[in-house]
């Protein structure tokens, strides 16, 4: 059975940085890419970043040059690195393989 946890979310000033990390079970994690999406409030989801098995990333727009995606295949674990946060990156954050994803993790940037 596939599984996806999330965790590292939390309330976090705007500026602030917060690394989100998702731990994989119930496949071979280091043969399949992964990515990160998120939804805002009454909004749909949007993709953020994925990366590919050899760890190459890819960034939506809005966040190229403030988050960063990562993969530790040894621990089976997926991060992103979120720095130089809006209020705009307020959302629940999921990791996703396939159509798999977890329960998400929330993310609110306030002041």
């Known amino acids: 059975e596939v599984q996806l946890v999330e965790s590292g979310g939390g309330l976090v000033q705007p500026g602030g940085s917060l690394t989100l990390s998702c731990a994989a079970s119930g496949f071979t994690f280091s043969e399949i890419p992964m990515t990160w999406v998120r939804q805002a409030p009454g909004k749909e989801f949007e993709w953020v970043a994925g990366i590919s098995t050899n760890g190459m990333p890819a960034y939506a727009e809005v966040v190229k040059g403030r988050f960063a995606i990562s993969r530790d295949n040894a621990k089976n674990t997926l991060y992103l690195q979120m720095n130089s946060l809006k209020p705009e990156d307020t959302a629940v954050y999921y990791c996703?393989?396939?159509?798999?994803r977890g329960q998400g993790t929330q993310v609110t940037v306030s002041s």
């Open positions: 996703t393989m396939g159509s798999n």
